[in-house]
């Protein structure tokens, strides 16, 4: 199930779920089919057949959240601002050069402050389209209310001042011992910085002390989330039509339950400390590997948070996390763990711009990959992902010669919804053609992903 929240209000909703109260019902799964009702297997299979001709209108709870979502990242472009956006624009500007850049009476000097927030000078005229983007970051995270704004602003120069936060990049000592735990990795389909959340390592007692077993701990904890946020800025443009946020995606498959008050305590912390000085820096946040408790601690906690941020919200369970991720991030970029075909040194496998192909597996059907090898002393290298997979797999060497035996690369065996990639490579010594067997059982059409190499010996 994929679940998007709603970013619209104009529907009466659940004052728990934030569903309409008729769907409530509807959370978790589909209706199973009345037994004493059951069709013969022949009616089955053609109302099957036209349900793949004609996308099927699910009744779930996620179906209906993601079909509704309307949240779409705003233009940093003055021309396409609504005239009360720019008001509240040009009136944080004034503020901004008045009370923040202006010397006070008494201080030395009557020059303008030169004063910048993430590499970008924060007076105007210096860099304005740059100023703009930032200004508009702290203007949308309250609501277009200039004094709000300011005072917003504000708070974050103090806190970075007293925080030393200029500089936190210097302390490599930080988060030694966490760095697989959180880390940016690739870009999403719109050039936005992806970071990995995987708190599924803090199940292990070891790991969870280190980062929460103390006071000192937590607070290191914390800094050391703050200082990858920072490093993650530094890959961002502020600029018009630039990606200036990240994609952010959560695992929570084996997390610790809210029964580690440490833990709990601690995000709740680096939630509050990333929400009031990095406003708008989370383009996208998915949930992925989610429980189901989730959903209703989700569903609880859903009326405390604005519209705006549930709307960038989305929750994909295991059985869907290559579908929902590929929504926003290319396939190449998707780590293997999750059914991509990034993978530790692909870059140097592959280079840049290895294409990556598809095929569409018609549903109760076979379906194959050839990938010709005319020369002898070659090796093949590839990558394969079936979205949803539930498939059946093989793979074959079939020679030119008819006289020469098929060689079975990997016999057929059964890959399931939380299967890796496929990885493997082969060496040829005669020439011949790789073929990649895959046979859909199920009612439902699916897709390969697929790429490969051919190296010459």
């Not at 604005?306 to 926003?328: D, G, I, M, N």
């Not at 493997?424 to 992903?449: C, H, M, Q, R, W």
Request: with cysteine; proline share 5%.
């Amino acid at each position: 199930m994929t679940a998007e929240v709603l970013s619209n209000g104009s529907q009466a909703t659940d004052p728990v779920s934030g569903a309409p109260p008729e769907l409530v019902k509807s959370v978790a799964t589909e209706t199973e089919p009345d037994t004493a009702t059951v069709e013969p297997k022949k009616e089955q299979e053609e109302k099957q057949q036209q349900v793949e001709e004609k996308p099927r209108e699910s009744t779930t709870l996620g179906s209906i959240m993601e079909k509704n979502s309307s949240f779409r990242e705003e233009s940093n472009f003055l021309t396409d601002l609504m005239e009360s956006e720019k008001k509240a624009l040009f009136e944080l500007r004034s503020l901004v050069e008045t009370n923040l850049l202006k010397p006070k009476e008494g201080e030395e000097g009557g020059e303008v402050k030169d004063m910048s927030l993430w590499g970008v000078p924060l007076l105007p005229s210096k860099c304005p389209e740059s100023n703009n983007v930032i200004l508009l970051k702290f203007l949308r995270a309250r609501e277009f209310k200039a004094k709000d704004a300011y005072k917003m602003l504000e708070k974050t120069l103090q806190w970075r001042k007293e925080s030393k936060i200029d500089s936190i990049l210097e302390e490599s000592s930080l988060g030694k011992d966490l760095s697989s735990t959180f880390y940016m990795s690739g870009f999403g389909k719109e050039g936005r910085p992806v970071c990995y959340n995987l708190l599924g390592a803090f199940r292990d007692e070891e790991m969870y002390q280190k980062a929460f077993g103390s006071e000192e701990k937590k607070q290191e904890f914390l800094r050391w989330r703050i200082q990858l946020m920072e490093m993650g800025i530094k890959k961002l443009e502020f600029g018009p039509g630039k990606p200036s946020s990240f994609v952010q995606v959560i695992d929570l498959k084996d997390a610790p339950g809210l029964s580690k008050k440490e833990i709990r305590i601690a995000m709740k912390e680096a939630v509050e400390l990333l929400q009031d000085n990095y406003p708008e820096f989370v383009a996208k946040t998915i949930f992925i590997n989610a429980p189901f408790w989730y959903y209703a601690f989700g569903a609880l906690i859903s009326p405390f948070l604005t519209q705006r941020t549930r709307s960038k919200f989305v929750f994909a369970r295991p059985s869907r996390v290559t579908e929902t991720l590929l929504k926003y991030i290319p396939v190449e970029n998707i780590p293997v763990s999750y059914g991509g075909l990034k993978r530790e040194g692909d870059n140097e496998i592959y280079g840049e711009g290895t294409g990556v192909q598809e095929q569409v597996l018609k549903a109760n059907s076979t379906g194959s990959i050839e990938i010709p090898l005319p020369q002898a002393g070659t090796t093949l290298l590839w990558d394969l992902t079936v979205l949803g997979w539930e498939v059946n797999y093989k793979e074959e060497f079939v020679p030119s010669d008819e006289g020469s035996y098929t060689i079975l690369i990997q016999k057929e065996r059964k890959l399931c919804y939380d299967e890796k990639t496929v990885c493997n490579s082969f060496k040829n010594n005669e020439p011949g053609k790789v073929v990649l067997t895959i046979d859909n059982p199920t009612y439902k059409k699916k897709k390969a992903l697929y790429r490969y190499k051919i190296k010459h010996c």
